[in-house]
Nanobody, 121 residues
Framework: QVQLVESGGGLVQPGGSLRLSCAASGSIFSIGVMNWYRQAPGKQRELVATITSGGSTDYVDSVKGRFTISRDNAQNTVYLQMNSLKPWDTAVYYC???????????????WGQGTQVTVSS
């Protein structure tokens, strides 16, 4: 059984920083792309940042220059460093990963449970 467990959310003042982590565990052979999504109340879930297994990254325009996605392949973990946070960054943040399990040897998408990020004074 493979699962993604997120941590690092919370309440922060505008201009502050948070670092989200998402660790994959279970019977894992390899991990492909890893993404961070977010969903604000009443809005659709949006892709915030993506990182390939080779380390290539991309971001939605609204977070470029403020957020940084990274991964530790040895620890099966993806991070999202969020700086200069703004009230409209408030959302539930979800990690997503394409994971090849040792049993099936096929890539399957997995989602984390979500972590709340609230930016407010």
């Amino acid at each position: 059984q493979v699962q993604l467990v997120e941590s690092g959310g919370g309440l922060v003042q505008p201009g502050g920083s948070l670092r989200l982590s998402c660790a994959a565990s279970g019977s894992i052979f390899s991990i492909g792309v890893m993404n961070w999504y977010r969903q604000a109340p009443g809005k659709q879930r949006e892709l915030v940042a993506t990182i390939t297994s080779g380390g290539s990254t991309d971001y939605v325009d609204s977070v470029k220059g403020r957020f940084t996605i990274s991964r530790d392949n040895a620890q099966n973990t993806v991070y999202l460093q969020m700086n200069s946070l703004k009230p409209w960054d408030t959302a539930v943040y979800y990690c997503y990963a394409h994971i090849r399990g040792r049993v099936t040897m096929t890539f399957v998408p997995y989602w984390g449970q979500g972590t709340q990020v609230t930016v407010s004074s």
